[in-house]
């Protein structure tokens, strides 16, 4: 079955890059997401790829895909303390809707 | 638009008790989603629904029942809660034509049952 891993925790110095990473395991997996939750709210989509993309930037995200090893990454430029929050990959496979959600990892920026 | 509205935001519950956790969406969107989130285990998939009349079961259904009557309603029923179902729920919506599929989520309905 599907199955989404990340690490729990990242801390990061206010201005330095964060890099976010995660794996998977559905190699049918077609569109793969980054989800942003701050304290006390849903999640929000923040970025996607689809799978037969490598590389997706936007403003200071970007977001590397290795089809081969199942790894996704997000880093985030210049981060900022208002980049706090718990960070969700999550894999969408073939036509149907149902996402799988890694379990979140946890983004601390330190002033 | 409201988006994703759930209510109520808290609630406790005694073992046994039952209630209806609401969700409504004002985006005209035919998937709904209801997800519970544990400490360290992400978010599991309880039931789905792809239009009014239709639902399904996702990874972990038992202890829960949910109805579609209308586009814009899914709520969510736990009857006899267990300690088990403490956790924070979310609904989600989205619409299928989308380019990215993405899911719009409610701000979660936190469950204590003791």
Redesign the interface.
Known sequence: GEDVEQSLFLSVREGDSSVINCTYTDSSSTYLYWYKQEPGAGLQLLTYIFSNMDMKQDQRLTVLLNKKDKHLSLRIADTQTGDSAIYFCAERAGGYQKVTFGIGTKLQVIP | NAG?TQTPKFRILKIGQSMTLQCTQDMNHN?M?W?RQDP????K?IY?S?GAGITDK?EVPNGYNVSRSTTEDFPLRLELAAPSQTSVY?C?S?Y?DSD????Y????TRLTVT
């Open positions: 994703v998937y989603y997800y360290g285990m992400g978010l998939l789905y792809v996702g979310f989600a989205s299928p990215s599929y993405e899911q989520f409610g701000p979660g």
